[in-house]
């Protein structure tokens, strides 16, 4: 079955600096990568996706990049926020009936 | 929409009881899926429904753990005994097909079992 490492488990940046985020996974026949932001004490939300046709996908200060070839994505987040700083989680899905499979979380805290 | 619907939000429980999670899908979807969150696992899916069957169980950790969904806007999670290691936060999300958005979580429930 899938599976999807995140890296860093923790990350620190200084407000107005740039975030940057790793997942790999292992299946091949994955096509849909979501990415989901999680405030202290509140529910997972969708911030950004991108499917295995598309290499990059930007939504203002946050970007999402796909390399199908190497098997990871990322997402950039420019001129952070302290308003950023929360756990963010990527996935994976392979199309089919397979549900999404999630990375272990990144905590990032933007330093103001 | 008033998205997806958890009760309740916060359970505290004595090891032994039963516990009941509720949880009310968006109206439409016709994925159901049941997640729990801790710090050494992240999120773990439990089991999940497509159209009120259940379709994978194979994340639900013990037979103590137990789920339905009598209806295309109602499921439920028990555990049935609780144990001190069950606390966590449970999240219910669903979604409309597999592959063609994001799934949407509620908001949760914290359960704490003493």
């Known amino acids: 079955g899938e599976n999807v490492e995140q890296h860093p488990s923790t990350l620190s940046v200084q407000e107005g600096d740039s975030a940057v985020i790793k997942c790999t996974y292992s299946?091949?026949?994955?096509?849909?990568f979501p990415w989901y932001k999680q405030e202290l004490g509140k529910r997972p939300q969708l911030i950004i996706d991108?499917?295995?046709?598309?290499g990059e996908k930007k939504d203002q200060r946050i970007a999402v990049t796909l390399n199908k070839t190497a098997k990871h994505f990322s997402l950039h987040i420019t001129e952070t926020q302290p308003e950023d700083s929360a756990v963010y989680f990527c996935?994976?899905?392979?199309?089919?009936?397979?549900?999404?499979?999630f990375g272990k979380g990144t905590r990032l805290s933007v330093i103001a | 929409d008033a998205g997806v619907i958890q009760s309740p939000r916060h359970e505290v429980t004595e090891m032994g009881q039963e516990v009941t999670l509720r949880c009310k899908p968006i109206?439409?979807?016709?994925?159901l899926f049941w997640y729990r969150q801790t710090m050494m696992r992240g999120l773990e899916l439990l089991i999940y429904?497509?159209?009120?069957?259940?379709?994978?169980d194979s994340g639900m950790p013990e037979d103590r753990f137990s789920a339905k969904m009598p209806n295309a806007s109602f499921s439920t999670l028990k555990i049935q005994p609780s144990e001190p290691r069950d606390s966590a936060v449970y999240f219910c999300?669903?979604?409309?097909?597999?592959?063609?958005?994001?799934?949407?979580f509620g908001s949760g429930t914290r359960l704490t079992v003493v």
């Open positions: 996935a994976a899905l392979r199309s089919g009936n397979t549900p999404l499979v």
């Open positions: 999300a669903s979604s409309s097909g597999f592959s063609r958005h994001g799934y949407t």
């Open positions: 429904f497509n159209n009120n069957v259940p379709i994978d």
């Open positions: 109206s439409g979807h016709d994925y």
């Open positions: 991108i499917r295995s046709n598309v």
């Open positions: 299946d091949s026949a994955s096509n849909y």
